[in-house]
């Protein structure tokens, strides 16, 4: 069974991060003694060693899939996306902590699952109405230890450990990164239902999770995203936001997000052609 079943509270009870939450006690925001500059790319004072943290993202309910019950817990060749993506995470070395980030009625089904007991597996949070607050709840759960937030969807339950482990050296490297794949298709941009130019598509890449952060830059991405009334799609908007620039580190197409029905047979074919036992 996935331990521990308690569910700690997120930030705010209902869901969304208050703006008297913010920013975290003890966080590289909260220090006045930093200037901007040394809040962005500066070890806190209290990290004595940099640990690094996987926030889990499986509060969304995945309505385009229409399985009738939340994605994070739809089955994919007899184990949920979820407990997929968990185990992949827990077989990469340098994670120190996973941070399940859920809705509060899944709790139970969270406690029902069958994976993996690791003590780096911490109690799941609630999270909230959107991307960014359960970011936000999630990041605020983490010990203050922890040097460099990787964000993940549930949904993405195929990506490789090689990936991860790219991706996160490239973030510690240089501050922030992701991964991507380059676009394959030709784009047009469409207003109207007519065609207003044709972009470059060699310098267009379709973005991937997970994304890695300096814990500091993620906060004040987070902080000046709600200052702002901005919500973003994805988590390198945030701190792409305040002139960072993130690196990307190659995907592959398998790390796709399941979304539609489409793309849990498609995934169910990639398990069944690597001879995946379930």
């Known amino acids: 069974m996935v331990q521990p079943s308690a569910v700690q509270p997120s930030v705010a009870q209902a869901g969304a991060v208050q703006a008297s939450d913010w920013p975290p006690a003890g966080s590289i925001l909260a220090r ?3 200037g901007p500059l040394e809040a962005r790319l500066e070890r806190p004072l209290y990290s004595l060693v940099m640990e690094t943290a996987v926030l889990v993202l499986a509060a969304g309910r995945g309505l385009r899939l229409g399985a009738g019950i939340p994605k994070a817990y739809v089955p994919l ?3 949920t ?3 997929r993506s968990l185990d992949i995470l827990l077989r990469v070395p340098g994670i120190d902590h996973l ?3 859920l809705a509060r009625e899944d709790q139970d089904r969270y406690r029902a699952l069958v994976g993996p007991t690791d003590p780096r597996l911490a109690a799941p949070v609630v999270g909230g109405a959107e991307r960014q607050d359960s970011v936000a ?3 605020a759960a983490l010990p203050e230890a922890v040097e460099w937030v990787m964000i993940h969807d549930a949904a993405r339950c195929l990506v490789r450990v090689e990936a991860v482990e790219r991706v996160l050296a490239l973030g510690r490297e240089c501050g ?3 991964l991507a794949i380059p676009i394959g298709d ?3 941009r469409v207003r109207a239902g007519a065609v207003e130019d044709s972009p470059d598509r060699a310098l267009h ?3 991937q999770t997970p994304q890695v952060f300096r814990r500091g830059l993620l906060e004040e991405g987070l902080a000046k995203a709600r200052s702002d009334g901005f919500n973003a799609t994805d988590d390198a908007q945030l701190v792409e936001r305040l002139g960072v620039v993130v690196r990307v580190a190659e995907g592959h197409p398998e790390n796709l997000k399941i979304t539609r029905p489409s793309d849990l047979l498609l995934a169910e074919s990639w398990l069944a052609a690597e001879g995946d036992a379930a």
Do not use: C, D, M, S
């Open 186 to 188: 030709t784009l047009k």
């Open 176 to 178: 922030a990164a992701l």
């Open 137 to 139: 709840a999630g990041l």
């Open 81 to 83: 996306l979820l407990e």
């Open 205 to 207: 890449w379709l973005a």
């Open 32 to 34: 006045e003694a930093l």
């Open 99 to 101: 941070q399940p980030v």
């Open 77 to 79: 060749r007899g184990r």
